[in-house]
């Protein structure tokens, strides 16, 4: 479904990618691991084309990107819920929601979608006339996750959606994770909690200083000694 290969992105005179290159097939949970400043999110501002790539190659559904102005990416199928949540915060909850959902042609399903969001989010629900600006931080990350929902995509990529949340909230956000990959939707999440994202995850990439380190399934990296100790906190 998603292609990367060989991608290099720069800042300035910064080599922040180094020519990574990982697949996510249709269906899949994958997640993309690794310490700050390793690339995991510049990996994911690539693909949505808010950084420009210098060299390789990113394809969707057979479809190259390379050349597809960000606001075009959302009706290809692809929704990025960004690290930070960045949700507009002078508007309400339901508004909010409809603006994910600008890129929609079929307006008439659009009650039944965000009725879906507030099965998931129940909170949403109750605060939809509030304004997005006055929600808790774990609110917040709700409403960015519904809001690129709305767009009913086929793949959305997830950027540290358990970034300073409650343990309570972190579960029941990665259990809304499982539940909208059951969903038929594919999921590329970024993640500094790694025992959390591998606990979701059919597999994953390590990525060390813009480079893919290791690479396998969930389960390996779990149990990869190295992972462990560097990532999960274990022996």
């Given at each position: 479904?998603l292609?990367?290969?060989?991608?290099?992105?720069?800042?300035?005179?910064?080599?922040?990618?180094?020519?990574?290159?990982?697949?996510?097939?249709?269906?899949?949970?994958?997640?993309?691991i690794?310490?700050?400043?390793a690339?995991?999110?510049?990996?994911?501002?690539?693909?949505?084309?808010l950084?420009?790539?210098k060299?390789g190659?990113?394809?969707?559904?057979?479809?190259?990107?390379k050349?597809?102005?960000?606001?075009?990416?959302?009706?290809?199928?692809?929704?990025?819920?960004?690290e930070?949540?960045?949700?507009?915060?002078?508007m309400?909850?339901?508004?909010?929601?409809?603006?994910?959902?600008?890129s929609?042609?079929?307006?008439?399903?659009?009650?039944?979608?965000?009725?879906?969001v507030?099965?998931?989010?129940?909170?949403?629900?109750?605060?939809?006339?509030?304004?997005?600006?006055?929600?808790?931080?774990?609110?917040?990350?709700?409403?960015?996750?519904g809001?690129?929902?709305?767009?009913n995509?086929?793949?959305?990529?997830?950027?540290?959606?358990?970034?300073?949340?409650?343990?309570?909230?972190?579960?029941?956000?990665?259990?809304?994770?499982?539940?909208?990959?059951?969903?038929?939707?594919?999921?590329?999440?970024v993640?500094?909690?790694?025992?959390?994202?591998?606990?979701?995850?059919?597999r994953?990439?390590?990525?060390?200083?813009?480079?893919?380190?290791?690479?396998?399934?969930?389960?390996?990296?779990s149990?990869?000694?190295?992972?462990?100790?560097?990532?999960?906190?274990?022996?």
């Amino acid at each position: 479904m998603l292609k990367v290969v060989d991608l290099e992105v720069y800042y300035g005179a910064i080599k922040a990618l180094k020519g990574i290159s990982f697949h996510v097939n249709k269906g899949e949970i994958v997640t993309l691991i690794g310490a700050n400043g390793a690339g995991k999110t510049t990996t994911l501002n690539s693909i949505s084309a808010l950084v420009p790539i210098k060299s390789g190659s990113v394809s969707f559904m057979d479809i190259d990107l390379k050349t597809l102005p960000a606001y075009q990416r959302i009706y290809k199928g692809i929704a990025h819920v960004p690290e930070g949540r960045r949700v507009f915060s002078r508007m309400s909850v339901k508004e909010n929601l409809e603006m994910g959902a600008y890129s929609r042609r079929d307006k008439g399903s659009l009650n039944r979608d965000a009725q879906r969001v507030y099965e998931h989010f129940p909170r949403l629900k109750e605060r939809r006339n509030q304004l997005a600006g006055t929600l808790s931080g774990g609110e917040q990350q709700m409403l960015a996750i519904g809001r690129a929902l709305m767009s009913n995509p086929t793949l959305i990529m997830m950027d540290e959606p358990s970034m300073g949340l409650a343990p309570i909230l972190v579960s029941e956000i990665f259990q809304i994770i499982q539940d909208i990959n059951k969903q038929g939707t594919t999921v590329l999440l970024v993640e500094q909690n790694a025992a959390m994202a591998l606990s979701v995850a059919d597999r994953g990439y390590v990525l060390e200083t813009g480079n893919v380190v290791i690479e396998g399934t969930a389960k390996e990296l779990s149990n990869n000694p190295e992972i462990k100790r560097a990532y999960l906190g274990t022996a």
